[in-house]
């Protein structure tokens, strides 16, 4: 049973342009939420996380939203650029669980020139 | 600088062969993971250690083991390597208590078994 979702496994943007990546669970017992970028052949970076008592988190570009409600996230990147691209994790984690994180399928992010 | 290394880049094993992969961090954290990535099915949970020789079952440990002997070090182990454990094999830490759940991730291991 997939906890985390991410429904669309790719994304293509114009630079300059908005994406917008989303993220929908399940558990309710999730209280913080995390975004990870991965390039090829290389290990995920954390990007922007929000813990379940905020609805908005914004750190530059990118700007991550919550709705506990509707139990869905999403990440704003504002511009694009062409070094965005990549392949952009949600993740989610219970406050009890020493940190273990459950993560989506990932979504393929392309930024055109 | 923090910095989580994996032992290898790539890897090609045999079937039925034990395979190895070695996972070192350096910022004294007490959480180690080990994950598998495969297209379409995003990172899963293998095996992960909260402390020294501690360890909890993830979501896909079968035919998978774990050890953690020294605090920095998390290695897994296939005890018979099987072609459907072809994948990229991620390492990461954290630490426990704070505000973050962040963690860090090696480059990973592209390991093939034939």
């Known amino acids: 049973d997939q906890q985390v979702k991410q429904n669309s496994p790719s994304l293509s943007v114009q630079e300059g342009r908005i994406s917008i990546l989303n993220c929908d669970y399940t558990n309710s017992m999730f209280d913080y939420f995390l975004w990870y970028k991965k390039y090829p052949a290389e290990g995920p970076t954390f990007l922007i996380s929000i813990s379940s008592i905020k609805d908005k988190n914004e750190d530059g570009r990118f700007t991550v939203f919550l709705n506990k409600s509707a139990k869905h996230l999403s990440l704003h990147i504002v511009p694009s650029q062409p070094g965005d691209s990549a392949v952009y994790f949600c993740?989610?984690?219970?406050?009890?669980?020493?940190?273990?994180?459950?993560f989506g399928q990932g979504t393929i992010l392309t930024v055109h020139p | 600088d923090v910095k989580v290394t994996q032992s290898s880049r790539y890897l090609v094993k045999r079937t039925g062969e034990k395979v190895f992969l070695e996972c070192v961090q350096d910022?004294?954290?007490?959480?180690m993971f080990w994950y598998r990535q495969d297209p379409g099915l995003g990172l899963r949970l293998i095996y992960f250690s909260y402390d020294v020789k501690m360890k909890e079952k993830g979501d896909i440990p079968e035919g998978y083991s774990v050890s953690r002997e020294k605090k920095e070090r998390f290695s897994l182990i296939l005890e018979s390597a099987s072609t459907n454990q072809t994948s990229m094999y991620l390492c990461?830490?954290?630490?426990?208590?704070?505000?973050?759940?962040?963690?860090?991730f090696g480059p990973g291991t592209r390991l093939t078994v034939t």
């Open positions: 990461a830490s954290s630490r426990t208590g704070g505000a973050s759940y962040e963690q860090y």
């Open positions: 993740a989610a984690s219970e406050r009890t669980s020493y940190g273990k994180l459950t």
């Open positions: 910022m004294d954290h007490e959480n």
